[in-house]
Every structure is written in structure tokens, then in C-alpha cells.
């Protein structure tokens, strides 16, 4: 069965530290923000199917600046393209990172949610097999205060069984305080949740 939203295309843009450093063109955007080593960069490669749009570091925290990128999407095998920007943000909680860099990250990552007109929804990924911990439900509620739509994307969903998902993920639901919230499991070797993934963004991205 033909997928309904295809990603035709997707290049490198920019990478900013400041506002004055985003894109000049303004498209709809999806951002990506976890804890170092959640896979993001692992699962933005799975989604984009280009092996190293985003880099894979053995080495939690190196992305160290907000990471632009244009995607070109076609929508149930119509011709039109719709341009749109993914937006990976630096990960959060490694405790190696130096105080004052974890403070300059967590500004200019709050500047751009809270400036940033064209977001239009946030993945917040969380590593399946943990428990979230308190930096992700600081993140999590900061998200919802801010009225920032946010998809919890469950990653790394292939290292356990299906009955342990389950639990898990009602373990996540019961740690960010909403039992019924949606939790997307995503296993990026396998593409798994790709599909679902790319629905979403086609219902945020595509006007």
C-alpha cells in the first residue's frame, strides 16, 4: 500500500545559536528535542530515510546548536510539494556538559519555542526502557503550560518485547501525569512508527 505523505526530499539548512541565525524563509516546523543519547539523531535519520542527514555521535551532547532542515513533502501521490522545516534541538540532561553550557542551551532553546511563529508541534522522544526522569517531565510540562502541541515519541521500541512496551509505556503516561496521553513507540532500525509519525506531521505541517 503506497504511503500517503512521502518525503521527497530533505537537506541540511542551518545551524543557530540566536534568532538572527534561523532560516530566512519561514516554512511550518516540526521540532525534535530528548535527553542526550535518546536516538534522535538516529530516529530523524529512519524518518528522512538519509542514513546521515543527522549525525550519530557515540558521544551524548554533541549537538550543541538548534539544526535546521528542509523537507519536501508530496501528499497522497499529488505533484505539489510542500516545503516544510524539522528543527533538532540540542539534548538536554548530560550530566558531562558544563553548568554554564547546559544554561546557554536551555536559552536559546526556550527562545526559539517561545519566538518561533512557524512551530507547530514538538516530538519529545523518551527512551522506552527508562522511566522518565525529572528533566523530561520539566520538559514535558513546560511544553504543555506554554500550549506547545508535544507528541511523546517512545523510542528505542525494538531493544524490548511487546508485552513490556505495554508497561512501559503506562509507566511513562503514569510519570508525566496524563494516563491517557498518546505515546508513539518508534524503533528506527526497523522504521517502525515512521508511518504514523509522518500522519501526524502531515495534520501539523501541510495547510
Keep these: 500500500m503506497p504511503e500517503s505523505v512521502v ?40 524518518l528522512t530515510r538519509i542514513r546521515q542527514l543527522a549525525r550519530v555521535s557515540s558521544k551524548p551532547g554533541k549537538t550543541q546548536t538548534i539544526n535546521f532542515y528542509e523537507l519536501l513533502l508530496k ?27 547546559r544554561k546557554t542551551w536551555a536559552k536559546f532553546i526556550e527562545e526559539y519555542f517561545l519566538h518561533a511563529e512557524e512551530l507547530r ?25 506554554h500550549d506547545i502541541p508535544v507528541l511523546v515519541i517512545a523510542t528505542k521500541a525494538d ?28 524503533a528506527s532500525p526497523k522504521n517502525e512508527g515512521r508511518s504514523e509519525l509522518l500522519d501526524v506531521m502531515r495534520e501539523y505541517l501541510v495547510e
Design 7 to 46: 518525503i521527497t526530499k530533505a537537506t541540511y539548512l542551518a545551524s543557530a545559536v540566536r534568532r538572527d541565525q534561523y532560516p530566512e524563509e519561514r516554512r511550518p516546523a516540526v521540532a525534535f528535542i530528548g535527553r542526550s543519547n535518546v536516538g534522535k539523531s538516529s530516529l530523524i535519520n529512519s
Design 75 to 101: 501528499i497522497d501521490g499529488g505533484e505539489e510539494r510542500h516545503s516544510v522545516h524539522l528543527v533538532d534541538l540540542p539534548g538536554y540532561g548530560y550530566a558531562k556538559v558544563g553548568r554554564e553550557s
Design 121 to 145: 508541534f514538538v516530538c519529545l522522544l523518551l527512551d522506552i526502557r527508562h522511566t522518565p526522569m525529572e528533566s523530561d517531565r520539566r520538559m514535558f510540562d513546560w511544553l504543555v503550560e
Design 159 to 186: 531493544k524490548i518485547g511487546k508485552n513490556a512496551r505495554r508497561t512501559q509505556i503506562a509507566a511513562m503516561q503514569k510519570a508525566l501525569g496524563v494516563p491517557e496521553l498518546t505515546i508513539l513507540p518508534y
